[in-house]
């Protein structure tokens, strides 16, 4: 970051922290100021931290406080705020705010979901909810409370106390087995019925009967949310005059006690859903993810689901393989049952347990990639083989598609064992210049997946940092690399009950590296059982495998092999194989046996609970989501000229684009038509600069996508 990035930086820092600071009366020297730096900085080398100061910075800085709002303010947000170290090489300054009242300011503007999920105590008392009302900094700010405010203040105060006195008495288990008919899983629908039964209960001192209908239209949108969405303040406040609600009626304020009563009122609507509604979720529901659904919520009966799960949960455990043990000296994970389409699902929770095995995870990788070209661990390698493979085809194929049974579950534990130690052996040296050369392909990753972390480092990383241990793993040397994949494969401790167990057979799905020892373990079933292949194309990922040849010999030696498939303790998924059909789904592709002709699958896109919107900036996020899904469509296998599914899947990526665009603005509050006639512009300069063909075709194509998608057909919408 170069020290022009670094003012503007701390400009907007400033900018946006100035209601934070009060005005002073006395007027501080600009001596004065460089005083109180040049002690922070002397109190810094105290402390041993080499600390320097460019003239240039220090003055531009001042500069601009001075200007902007005065050496007394100025004063007071360099002390109030901390020196930190920008980098190590440059030895430059910045300043970074300590206020803890920006950061609890900032939590406050949006109604947090995820405690549906991830359940946290509520408190609904009289007293907490009138201090989170209360609590503005608009409020604090005022210098003198005025009659009228202190005569608002009384009513919120009673208006509150008779809401938080009906909610606690009332007998919510009643109305729930009212509203909710089912004992198992609860709609949408009567979800909003329920809440907004309470509500009617509870408010009727609060909101007017039009009010009530808006309130239930805002409890539909925070019911129906997936479960990456954030209820924004905008969204608990709009179309609710507030001039009638009667925590503020019978009173005229002027233009300062407006803009109070307005937040005061943000905070009873966020308080309201954070900790109320959610509070009464919670207590009768269990709120969960559904496998395969993208990011929907279920909510289920909550007695139920803790009956189901637990019995699920010993299923799982007197039906595997798992030895008990005594005690644990050893980190140890638990398991949870997530609700899928026919039953559940067993995810075991390994957070501590995969601590060791980041830094290693891309080296480990590597080392596959180079050993088996057959593995994919993504969809660039997808792209890469079939491309490579069916480039040059235009006979016809015998394409297969298989997929195993409960494959983590049936890994023998002694054979992965030996498996690893062989790939290991393998490996010509044991000095530092393996790990060298393997982290040079890494290390972009390593600074990818910390993008985030790294924007915000201005001083030396503790090497307690992820990213400073995912780095030393340029120290470790073959052995070490290969113990720590080795104590992966066996040893997996759980709790559950309060009891330990260990799996004697399969590895857990829970842990960072099962997927890489899975992968290593179908290479060498492959390797045993299909060396016979030749001219086909042999492929899997994890437990999908997908089989192209033309050679009639090898394919009928491969149905021999599959028909009473029992290699390595795996069994067939009779269900999920697809064998000489016209066309097979792998991995999202769909693959038709004649020549290189490749589409993309669409048929299990959800696009309502795939996409959030985020509340912040919506235009700049719409466009960047939109950007990054065309980077992934507009790929060489499906749009090469090659593939004569080319201008097929073109017209698919347009139907999917707008498809998306209209799911994301129909969830804006705010819509200008111009701006989406220039995202749909953008859209398709991107595809005519990613292939060369006829203009006009694409333009004809995108014009009756646009049709059928009904994108156009967005009306303007403003606040109101």
């Keep these: 970051m170069s020290t022009t990035q670094r003012i503007i930086s701390l400009y907007e820092i400033l900018d946006d922290s100035l209601a934070e600071y009060e005005l002073y009366t006395n007027e501080e020297t600009e ?26 910075v220090v003055c531009k800085i001042f500069e601009y406080l001075n200007r902007k709002i005065g050496k007394a303010r100025t004063y007071d947000i360099l002390n109030s705020c901390l020196i930190v170290k920008s980098s190590e090489t440059t030895k430059e300054v910045i300043w970074a705010g300590s206020n803890a009242t920006v950061k609890m300011e900032a939590n ?23 201090k989170a009302i209360i609590n503005t900094k608009q409020y604090h700010m005022m210098k003198e409370v005025t009659y009228n405010m202190q005569k608002t203040i009384d009513l919120i105060e009673n208006k509150v106390r008779e809401f938080v006195d ?22 949408y629908e009567e979800m909003v019925n329920f809440l907004f039964c309470i509500s009617k209960k509870c408010l009727k001192g609060i909101f007017t009967f039009r009010q009530f209908r808006i309130l239930k239209g805002k409890i539909t949108l925070f019911v129906y949310k997936n479960k990456i969405e954030n209820m924004s303040a905008q969204e608990c406040c709009n179309h609710i005059d507030m001039k009638n609600v ?55 009966n909550k007695d139920w ?81 079939l491309k490579e493979h069916l480039g040059t085809k235009t006979e016809m194929n015998y394409i297969h598609s298989f997929d195993l049974s409960k494959c983590y579950d049936r890994i023998d534990q002694q054979v992965l064992a030996e498996c690893v130690n ?19 392909y890494t290390f972009d990753e390593i600074k990818q997946r910390y993008r985030h972390q790294m924007c915000y480092i201005n001083g030396p990383i503790s090497d307690g940092n992820n990213l400073i241990k995912e780095i030393k793993a340029i120290k470790y040397t073959k052995q070490d690399i290969s113990e720590i994949v080795l104590s992966g494969v066996s040893n997996h401790c759980i709790k559950y009950n309060n009891e330990f167990y260990r799996f004697a057979l399969g ?62 303790n795996m069994l067939l998924n009779h269900k999920k194989t697809q064998t000489n059909q016209e066309c097979v789904t792998w991995c999202g592709y769909k693959i038709y046996n004649s020549g290189f002709n490749i589409k993309y699958s669409y048929e299990t896109v959800h696009f309502g609970y795939n996409f959030a919107l985020p509340t912040h900036n919506p235009g700049r996020n719409i466009k960047e989501k939109i950007k990054k899904i065309l980077q992934v469509k507009l790929n060489k296998l499906l749009i090469s000229k090659k593939n004569p599914k080319c201008y097929e899947n073109i017209y698919d990526i347009f139907l999917y684009v707008f498809g998306v665009l209209g799911v994301l603005f129909g969830r804006c509050e705010f819509v200008n038509v111009g701006f989406v006639r220039k995202v749909i512009d953008e859209i398709v300069l991107q595809v005519k600069e990613s292939i060369r063909c006829n203009s006009q075709l694409i333009d004809k194509m995108a014009e009756d996508a646009l049709n059928k998608t009904g994108l156009l057909s967005v009306e303007p919408r403003r606040f109101q």
């Excluded at 359940?119 to 007293?127: A, D, G, R, W």
């Excluded at 909710?180 to 899983?185: A, C, I, L, M």
């Excluded at 009768?284 to 395969?292: D, K, L, Q």
Aim: charged letters at 25%; one cysteine or more.
């Design 31 to 56: 001596s004065q100021l460089f005083a109180l730096l040049l002690n922070n900085m002397s109190a810094a080398e105290r402390k041993r931290e080499d600390f320097s100061f460019k003239n240039e």
């Design 108 to 130: 406050k503007q949006f109604v947090d979901r995820s405690c549906l999920l991830n359940p946290k105590q509520t408190n609904t008392s009289y007293l907490a909810t009138f």
């Design 166 to 187: 009906k909610f606690n008495t009332l007998h919510t288990w009643q109305i729930c087995k009212m509203c909710v008919r089912s004992s198992k899983e609860a709609e």
């Design 246 to 300: 009667k925590l503020f009626t019978g009173n005229r304020y002027t233009r300062e006690e407006n803009i109070i009563c307005s937040a005061m009122f943000q905070n009873f609507m966020i308080t309201l859903f954070q900790q109320f509604y959610t509070h009464l979720i919670n207590k009768h529901f269990y709120v969960t993810e559904m496998s395969g659904r993208g990011f929907r919520l279920l909510y289920f």
């Design 305 to 385: 689901y803790q009956k189901e799960t637990k019995r699920v949960c010993e299923e799982f455990v007197s039906s595997c393989k798992i030895e008990k043990c005594s005690s644990s000296s050893q980190s140890y994970g638990s398991i949870r049952a997530l609700r899928k389409q026919d039953g559940f699902r067993i995810i075991t929770n390994y957070k501590k347990v995969n601590y060791p095995f980041k830094p290693i995870i891309g080296i480990f990788r590597n080392i596959l990639r180079k050993k088996y070209d057959h593995l994919i661990f993504g969809n660039s390698d997808r792209i890469k083989e």
């Design 422 to 440: 062989m790939l290991f052996q393998e490996i010509e040296s044991n000095s530092d210049f393996f790990v060298n050369k393997c982290i040079k």
């Design 507 to 568: 590895i857990p799905q829970g842990m960072t590296l099962s997927t890489y020892l899975c992968a290593l373990y179908q290479a060498n079933l492959v390797e045993r059982h299909f060396g016979f292949i030749n001219d086909g194309l042999l492929l899997n990922y994890v437990d999908d495998f997908l089989f192209i040849t033309s050679n009639k010999k090898e394919n009928d030696e491969f149905l021999a092999k599959i028909e009473n498939f029992d290699y390595e």
